[in-house]
């Protein structure tokens, strides 16, 4: 499913939503202490294409819907795929206005491999994208308070679990349990959480192709069974979608 149609495969609207301004959040107390959640919300969303711009004004212009920022990362990556990237909230004014405060309207999970930086596949800029990445995208303490972070105390509508094809992370954890070999410590506490998501029904390359969606889902599953996130959840506040970035197109993809 391509980021550029709604996650049933229909057409996106040819109208551009413009960014709705998000009001700036008071300061509240920081990361609850106790962090679980929630059925996932966002299979359904309706995406189109949105312009990002900057504003001289105290604040950037935001999608204030998770429907809004799924449809701003389709358009960028359209840009991205064809080769039209803007580049967008780089210059002076948008510099300025950041020293102030940030609004990201978009929270990306995704793995460390330097061939998919969120910011570049969704051509977005400063203040637009919060990112948290990791081998493999896996979860830890550290990542989920990050995550949390942005969801509660900045009020980010849309969390994407970002995946992508020849994940390196995911192929030594399927060839770790194929051989017994042990990795070394660090890289082998990746492979364990991992593991568990790996396709026993399929062999070879394509045992590690499955694999990297059954770990993205798994993981999204993981996010919306936080507690903390249920009510921004069921109010449709807050979406938690998981997606695919291929190499090979460039192209970023919805998982249902």
Not at 6 to 11: L, Q, R
Not at 111 to 134: A, H, K, N, W, Y
Not at 194 to 223: C, F, M, W, Y
Request: hydrophobic residues 40%; proline residues 6%; aromatic residues 4%.
């Amino acid at each position: 499913m391509n980021f550029d149609v709604t996650p049933h495969g229909a057409e996106a609207p040819k109208s551009q939503p413009a960014r709705a301004a998000s009001q700036t959040p008071a300061r509240r107390t920081l990361l609850r202490s106790a962090l679980t959640g929630a059925a996932m919300v966002g299979a359904g969303l309706t995406v189109g294409a949105a312009t990002a711009h900057a504003s001289t004004t105290t604040t950037l212009p935001r999608p204030a819907t998770p429907q809004q920022a799924l449809a701003e990362l389709a358009a960028g990556n359209r840009r991205w795929r064809t080769l039209t990237q803007t580049h967008p909230h780089e210059s002076a004014a948008v510099r300025h206005t950041l020293t102030t405060g940030q609004q990201p309207f978009a929270l990306v999970l995704g793995c460390i491999d330097s061939r998919v930086p969120p910011e570049l596949v969704f051509d977005q800029g400063l203040g637009d994208l919060m990112t948290v990445r990791s081998g493999g995208q896996v979860l830890d303490e550290a990542v989920l308070g990050s995550v949390a972070y942005g969801v509660l105390e900045l009020n980010i509508p849309l969390v994407v679990v970002l995946g992508h094809q020849s994940c390196g992370a995911v192929r030594a954890a399927v060839e770790a349990e194929e051989t017994g070999a042990e990795l070394p410590a660090h890289i082998q506490y990746l492979a364990d959480q991992i593991a568990p998501n790996i396709d026993h029904t399929k062999e070879g390359d394509a045992r590690v192709d499955s694999t990297i969606d059954r770990n993205i889902r798994a993981i999204r599953s993981q996010l919306a069974a936080e507690p903390d996130f249920a009510d921004k959840l069921h109010s449709g506040a807050l979406a938690i979608v998981g997606a695919r970035y291929e190499l090979t197109t460039q192209l970023v993809h919805t998982l249902s």
